[in-house]
């Protein structure tokens, strides 16, 4: 995340901020943290089970009277079915809150949403280990209700963006939260494995459920929804924020009602949608599965497999710092269009996890396939500078509404994904299974490149701006000089 050059000079403009780089006297950037933080504990309570499942349906062994060692089978006799039904329980509740996620956020601001997600979804891990006891059911309807609470974090963190984040540092702010997912992702992985091992499964869920409660009170009492009800805000940051909005929408009026019909039927949104589901579909996959595959595979124990499960996350979360970045100088500098920066950074994402999961489904070493899957999950980095970004492009005002549209389908993977794998994966597993769920991620990625590539735009949607009606038939909307609100 970019730091603004500080000015210390007291006659300066009052629209650059004093000394902006003391991060913690700029509130923008403490919003950033805290967001940071959010998606990292919203991460730890939705793969918190995927590591968990291993300890709780692995062989256990006692010692008998006579020395020998003896297998007692697991805790909990799971069918493979069954756990592919119990990990994506999670993305049925998760989906159905996006949509009205983004509405709410709009309507009534994105800060409350986006703290109850994440502490209600909390309160429900704490109580897990006590549920799962008393049956696998009552398991997956916990894991539906805490999805149906965490679906609101990614519209309503677009909804905060839309009142703190000054044009020109939009792209670098979100993405710099987003990333929290990512490294929640990569702590979570060994750290939920040695917390299994060494206290029980049951700890993993009393921990992150946690720490997610004390991120809760830490983000109610740190941060408010809007620049303006911010106490601690210093007068040159709020008066820098509100230019750069005044100047960022001097050019246009935008549209303030939502407009269904041409939102739904807009192709440069279906891009978005289509590019958002195939990404995921990948990040699921490795998400929910690759625990389970270095164990099947390789053989690899829970230690050693949640350790490298956690690779492709970590190098998700460094180039995601660099993605965005890039992006924004490219246009800034007018190198390129929005729109060709939206289409190559998405598009050469994907192509390259194509080429990596396909060879990571041949590749019989262990060392060689961790690291392409890696790199397969890792380069998602470039195409969240595409079409995660791309809804701002669009049209700004609703961007939570657009990122609520998208992440709905975006969820269907996440329900999909391990049940279609847990049919392929039969008992005993073999590699040649492990290929088949791989060649479908590979192709998912190939579809996504080829559509967001022919019908994707950084344009701002004719449909996202008011204008009298002599204005509608000469008015040309230019990729570059409308994107004022990302490089003015």
Not at 44 to 59: G, K
Not at 184 to 196: E, F, H, N, Q
Not at 424 to 449: D, H, N, R, S
Request: hydrophobic letters at 45%; proline letters at 4%.
């Amino acid at each position: 995340m970019t730091v603004m050059e500080c000015n210390d000079n007291s006659n300066a403009d009052s629209s650059t901020p004093k000394c902006s780089w003391r991060l913690w006297r700029q509130r923008r950037y403490i919003v950033a943290i805290m967001g940071f933080c959010g998606f990292f504990n919203a991460y730890i309570l939705r793969v918190n089970l995927s590591i968990a499942v291993v300890a709780m349906t692995e062989d256990r062994f006692k010692i008998a009277d006579n020395g020998t060692e003896i297998n007692i089978g697991p805790e909990f006799d799971w069918s493979n079915e069954l756990q592919g039904h119990i990990l994506s329980s999670f993305f049925y509740g998760y989906m159905a809150t996006q949509f009205i996620g983004g509405y709410l956020a709009v309507r009534i601001g994105g800060k409350t949403l986006f703290g109850l997600g994440v502490a209600v979804t909390s309160a429900l891990t704490i109580v897990t280990p006590l549920l799962v006891n008393v049956s696998v059911y009552l398991l997956i309807a916990v894991r539906v209700i805490e999805g149906l609470f965490e679906g609101v974090t990614y519209p309503c963190i677009h909804a905060v963006w839309s009142k703190w984040a000054p044009p020109l540092e939009r792209a670098r702010l979100a993405t710099f939260s987003f990333s929290g997912c990512f490294v929640g992702t990569v702590i979570a992985m060994p750290a939920c494995a040695y917390m299994a091992s060494a206290f029980g499964w049951q700890s993993v869920f009393y921990i992150c459920g946690a720490s997610g409660v004390l991120w809760y009170i830490s983000w109610i009492f740190l941060i408010d929804g809007t620049p303006q009800e911010d106490k601690r805000i210093t007068k040159e940051e709020l008066s820098y924020i509100e230019n750069a909005f005044l100047q960022a929408s001097s050019a246009q009026t935008y549209s303030t009602v939502v407009p269904w019909k041409e939102l739904f039927t807009s192709i440069p949104v279906w891009a978005c949608v289509v590019s958002h589901f195939c990404e995921n579909w990948g990040f699921y996959t490795m998400l929910t599965q690759l625990p389970k595959y270095l164990k099947d595979v390789y053989n690899f124990n829970l230690g050693k497999s949640g350790f490298l499960s956690a690779l492709p996350y970590l190098a998700m979360a460094v180039m995601i710092q660099f993605s965005g970045q890039w992006a924004d100088w490219c246009v800034v500098k007018g190198y390129l269009t929005t729109t060709q920066v939206r289409k190559i950074f998405n598009c050469s994402g994907f192509l390259s996890q194509t080429v990596f999961m396909l060879i990571a489904a041949f590749w019989s070493d262990s060392t060689g396939s961790v690291f392409c899957l890696t790199m397969a999950v890792g380069l998602g980095a470039f195409a969240w500078a595409g079409f995660s970004v791309n809804h701002l492009d669009l049209a700004p005002q609703f961007a939570s509404v657009l990122m609520g549209i998208g992440n709905t389908f975006a969820t269907i993977p996440g329900i999909v994904s391990p049940v279609i794998a847990g049919y392929i994966i039969k008992t005993p597993p073999t590699a040649e299974q492990w290929q088949v769920v791989f060649f479908i991620a590979a192709g998912i990625y190939l579809f996504g490149a080829l559509f967001y590539g022919l019908f994707a735009s950084g344009e701002l949607q004719p449909w996202a701006v008011e204008r009298n009606d002599e204005d509608k038939n000469d008015l040309k909307l230019d990729g570059y000089k409308n994107e004022s609100y990302l490089s003015e």
